[in-house]
């Protein structure tokens, strides 16, 4: 096949804009990120191996080597894993094949500052194309493991790529980067120095499970031409679940998480745990600080990475987690499992069962435990990932008093401060039976909604719930703490019966006196209401529409037939 020459796509061509003009000042990053896909590569392999012992691939020494080009200013990180096909090196590394990336540009251009457009990058991940911060041109020979011809994939980051089919390519995948000159001072370091190259992995790559290895630039000046150069491996390979607790700095696990998170930023919590006895195990969990593009998508990543005894056996094991904490990350490290179970197991298995549930017990007493010590922090995760965790309410009935306990909402209380149930609760008013809520699209609809004005009225708190979720929730969970959650829009409301002096006067005598203009008003919209009655809810508006307590809110239905029941 001749050499064929491509186009990016638009987004693919503004992200390699962005990354050559560097918005990224931390610029070493991309020997990580380099690595980590190799990592990534040689896990791969590993499994495909084991489900199909057929495969033609040689698996007897993976590794990871990095090789320096003073002369000619090139560095080449080599793997010896899975490798891409043709087809796949197109999709892969020519196109960006995220329907986040426009949404994700457009918020890009509206970064104020630098530090915001590399949050937003980090929450992207743009991985391979990190080359470009430090390279002026980038090639990539890989063969796929079973295939007999390889592919070279070569591009100056501008507006195109070249692609063809090479004969001679190993298995596995390398990536050569040209350098651009050093200049200190824009942190573009001499990246064909092996001490800085060292320092790097040492930083950011240390526990990559597979050997990392260099070879020395100058085999001659040892004065043993004749003999192969003995390289060295650079990363100690240390599993650090398996290391004990003081031995690891927040750094590294940092580096962990940013490696099997797929973000370029530190996490907002670390969460170790152990568990000895009958069934072992050790997990590594991390909360993100920033929910990803895809935590609502059907098909979005989910769960943490399974290993057995160090070996990495798969990502996004949901099976560990439920899913209304699919955005955790980490690692479980079990010791009683087979190398090769199934997921299918895994849903069955009475152990990870247990681990599942006790995993979920650790994170939300975590994240109680950030609530009191850090709000802050508490404030950030629940707002990227309250959301979710509401999920919870209605899925896991024997955690549900733990995630009330860590919930937030927005209140009439105040206009910015979330309010936590407990708080709601110490500021019931005498006399006030319930915890009222409305739901809605918006704070400042919801607050305008004239089922507040009673309310408002009052000085009855309304909790403003603006989460597709919390109609759901509020309904399945119907109370707190032995008071009823209660929807200002739904049923009758006596708000008189709460109050010590009732200005509004005898209702059923009103009844009466209205009864000609109620039984009018009935007939003129009687296709579309079941009843109309006076009401205490309202002091500016003339009339609002209720639904009955068991009527579905509008938001519900919509909710639900959008998830097609
Ligand atoms: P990410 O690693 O987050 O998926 P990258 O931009 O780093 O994003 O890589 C894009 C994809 O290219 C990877 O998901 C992988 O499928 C492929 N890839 C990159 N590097 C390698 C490699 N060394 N070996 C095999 N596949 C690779
Ligand atoms: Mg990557």
């Not at 190259?197 to 001659?220: C, G, H, N």
């Not at 955790?328 to 298995?349: F, P, T, W």
């Not at 918006?442 to 909604?449: A, K």
Request: with cysteine; net charge negative; aromatic share 8%.
């Amino acid at each position: 096949m001749p050499t064929e020459t491509f186009e990016f796509q638009v987004e693919a061509r503004q992200l390699l804009q962005l990354m050559i003009h560097s918005v990224y000042s931390n610029k070493d990053v991309f020997l990580r990120e380099l690595v980590s896909n190799a990592s990534d590569a040689l896990d791969k392999l590993r499994l495909e191996k084991l489900r199909h012992d057929s495969l033609d691939a040689d698996v007897s020494d993976p590794h990871i080597e990095i090789d320096i080009d003073k002369d000619a200013r090139t560095l080449t990180v080599r793997d010896n894993g899975i490798g891409m096909s043709y087809d796949e090196v197109g999709q892969l590394i020519g196109t960006i094949a995220n329907s986040g990336t426009a949404k994700f540009l457009q918020e890009l251009r509206e970064a104020k500052d630098a530090a915001g457009a590399e949050g937003l990058i980090g929450q992207f991940g743009v991985g391979f194309y990190s080359g470009f911060m430090v390279a002026d041109e980038v090639t990539l020979v890989t063969r796929r493991a079973g295939e007999s011809r390889g592919t070279r994939w070569s591009s100056r980051g501008e507006g195109t790529y070249m692609l063809e089919t090479v004969d001679d390519a190993p298995q596995g995948t390398s990536v050569t980067l040209h350098l651009k000159p050093a200049d200190p001072e824009n942190q573009l370091h001499d990246y064909t120095s092996p001490w800085k190259i060292r320092e790097i992995i040492k930083r950011y790559s240390d526990f990559i499970t597979w050997p990392i290895r260099m070879l020395p630039e100058d085999s001659a000046a040892a004065g043993e031409s004749d003999r192969a150069p003995e390289p060295e491996t650079l990363n100690s390979m240390k599993a650090l679940w398996a290391r004990p607790r003081d031995q690891v700095s927040e750094d590294e696990y940092h580096e962990l998480y940013k490696h099997i998170g797929h973000d370029w930023r530190d996490p907002l919590e670390t969460i170790r745990l152990q568990a000895e006895g009958t069934f072992e195990y050790q997990a590594l969990l991390f909360l993100p600080a920033h929910a990803p593009h895809d935590l609502f998508a059907r098909d979005g990543k989910r769960g943490v990475q399974l290993y057995v005894r160090r070996v990495f056996i798969m990502d996004d094991c949901e099976a560990l987690l439920p899913p209304y904490l699919r955005f955790v990350k980490g690692v479980v490290d079990a010791a009683d499992l087979s190398l090769n179970v199934s997921r299918e197991i895994l849903q069955q298995d009475r152990h990870i069962e247990m681990m599942r549930r006790r995993l979920t017990k650790k994170v939300l007493s975590t994240v109680k435990d950030m609530m009191t010590k850090d709000r802050d922090r508490y404030d950030t995760f629940w707002r990227e990932f309250g959301p979710v965790l509401k999920e919870g309410l209605i899925t896991d009935s024997e955690n549900r008093d733990a995630i009330l306990a860590v919930a937030s909402f927005a209140s009439t209380h105040h206009d910015t401060e979330p309010t936590t149930l407990e708080q709601y609760a110490e500021r019931m008013k005498d006399g006030q039976e319930a915890i009222y809520y409305l739901t809605g699209e918006s704070r400042q609809g919801i607050e305008n909604s004239p089922h507040m004005e009673a309310f408002r009225a009052r000085g009855i708190e309304v909790l403003l719930l603006t989460d597709p979720v919390d109609e759901v929730w509020a309904d399945a969970v119907g109370e707190y703490e032995g008071k009823k959650l209660r929807s200002v829009a739904k049923g009758r409301i006596d708000l008189d019966t709460e109050q010590e002096d009732t200005s509004d006067g005898d209702r059923e005598k009103q009844t009466e006196e209205y009864a000609g203009l109620l039984g009018w008003m009935k007939e003129q919209l009687e296709e579309d209401i079941k009843e109309v009655r006076l009401s205490s809810r309202l002091t500016v508006s003339p009339a609002c529409i209720v639904s009955d307590a068991h009527d579905l809110t509008p938001a519900l239905e919509n909710m639900y037939r959008a998830m097609g029941q």
